[in-house]
């Protein structure tokens, strides 16, 4: 973890930020590390935001430095063949969060997974939609507001009035969800990170 990291994203420098990311990736610190410090930033921007110290304004600015940050970081991987199957994910409706899913996506498509991203804001309908066309094994929903919490539980049990969920594992993640949530929703795991999720889906994946 980088304190100097965290704490310039959290300041919104973005100099700092794009100097001590540059500075990680020459010492050889793995992305997924310097995402992580990356996040924890963030997460004290939403605090700050939460306290009325930052406002909306900041919130896009946080959005924009992230962005830029991770334009550096190459590491991430290209996508590789395809061995593990289809793994679903989309931010579920109302909420138009994407940066994690996008990190979720990216390190999931370079450890051998094929995604469908269905994007944000995206209806139940479409994730039903979804996992009829492509068989996922396992389905990932972001949410980053707890007023969507409720969208996010009627999605899942839509997907289980379909007779879907017997066979697909829903795996939900983003900022404020925990295992309460997770229970809430009545979601098979809660994923704080990218490599949690690449480690949970391997264990349901079909190796080609
Ligand atoms: C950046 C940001 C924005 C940007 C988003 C830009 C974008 N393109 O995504 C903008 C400015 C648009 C925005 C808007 C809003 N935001 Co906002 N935002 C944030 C902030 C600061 C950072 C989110 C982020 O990108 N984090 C970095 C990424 C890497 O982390 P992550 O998303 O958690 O993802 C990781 C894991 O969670 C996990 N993961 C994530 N998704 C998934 C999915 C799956 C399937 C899996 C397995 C894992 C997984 O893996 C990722 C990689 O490690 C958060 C604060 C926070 N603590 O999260 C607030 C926050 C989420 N926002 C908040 C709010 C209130 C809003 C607004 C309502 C503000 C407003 N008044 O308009 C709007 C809502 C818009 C909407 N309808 O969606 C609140 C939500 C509070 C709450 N209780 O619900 C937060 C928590 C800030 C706060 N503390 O008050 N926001």
Redesign the pocket.
Known sequence: MSKKLVEAMANLDEDVVLSEVKVLLDQGVPT?DI??S??DG?????????EKEYF?S???M??EV??EASQLLGGMGEAGESKYGVFV?G?IY???????????TT?MRSNGFEVIDLG??VPTAKFIEAIKQYKPKV??????????FDNVKECIQAIENEGLRNNVKV???????DEATGKYVKAD?????????VD?CKKFAEVK
Do not use: W
């Open positions: 997924l995402i992580q990356l996040q963030m997460g004290i921007v939403g605090k700050r935001f939460e909306l900041e919130l896009i946080s959005a992230f962005n994910l931010t109302d909420d138009i969060h994407d940066i994690g899913k996008n990190i979720v390190v944000v804001d389905v990932g929903i972001s949410c980053l507001l707890t007023t969507c795996l939900i993640g983003g900022g404020p969800v795991v809660v994923a704080k990170n990218a490599q949690s999720t949970y």
